[in-house]
């Protein structure tokens, strides 16, 4: 397949593409001309990569999936990512149901409100306990 083909059955730019080369996360096989030629699993690795990235892995830990021989995906790594999502549900479904008092709410103002109140805590709490990305890379 070439790229033109690959981008319009996988629905991702040629840049995209080309970024996941990058990475090592896909190979082209060849070109033909100025256009890359890619082997027909890599809208099987493509959809592997949009799965592991919706279920927030790191383009890193994507690329550690892949070995020579194949895709390796590490299970204990699975349940840990399964266990984030439980968590980030859990507090999302909160400010959702916070969120839905806060607009239904009786009191005269929302910040009189204490299941609002509570919400901003909470909001408060998880905004300044978020990973510092940078200090990750030094």
Known sequence: MDITEVTKASGLPASTLRFYEEKGLIRSTGRIGLRRIFSGDVLERLALIALARGAGFSLDEIGEMFTPEG??????????????LDRKINELTAMRDGLRHAAV???????????FRRLLRVAGKHRFRQPNKLKDKI
Request: proline share 12%.
């Open 105 to 115: 709410c009786n009191a005269p103002s929302h910040f009189e409100c204490p299941k």
């Open 71 to 84: 895709p390796d995906i590490d299970r204990t790594l699975l349940l840990a990512k399964a266990d984030d």
